[in-house]
């Protein structure tokens, strides 16, 4: 299976009047993803699943890049997405969604970062920036899930090795 981890776009600044679950994207947020949404499909990326954290900025990122791709599916809100998101998370997405091909997740950091190392063994955690996408070969043998590196999208740069 090939797993896409996408880290949402540029959002407004935390402030106490807003929420931090509704920030939103900033105008140079969206645009921005628009863009790497468009290098990504350059790439080959054609999921047939997307799931999103529940937070408005994961939520309008991942419709970006289905509008990009022309993706047809339904882009599904998980609540395992939400910041906090760990391995156990991932397991049960695992679980409900083992049939797909192509599979992302639109989420937060750390918790991205935090699941890429632990896929890829790597220790560290992998610091995913606003609107990067990063791709894997997942491969799960007996509950036990490993990932190899494909490609990285952070900004104006396509990368073929991790940073």
Known sequence: M????????????????????????????????????????????APDCILVSPLVRAVQTAEILAQVLAYQGPVEVAGELSPGF????????MERMGDCRELVLVGHEPDLGILAAQLLGTG??????????????????NGAASARFRWLIAGNKVSKELP
Do not use: M, N, P
């Open 124 to 141: 560290d955690a992998v610091h995913l920036k606003k609107g990067a996408v990063l791709s894997l070969k997942l491969d799960i043998r």
């Open 86 to 93: 760990d391995l156990g998370g991932f397991r049960k997405i």
């Open 2 to 45: 090939k797993l896409c981890l996408v880290r949402h776009g540029e959002a407004v600044e935390r402030t106490s009047q807003l929420d931090d679950s509704w920030r939103y994207l900033t105008s140079a947020g969206r645009e921005s993803f628009r863009t790497i949404s468009t290098k990504a499909g350059k790439q080959g990326l």
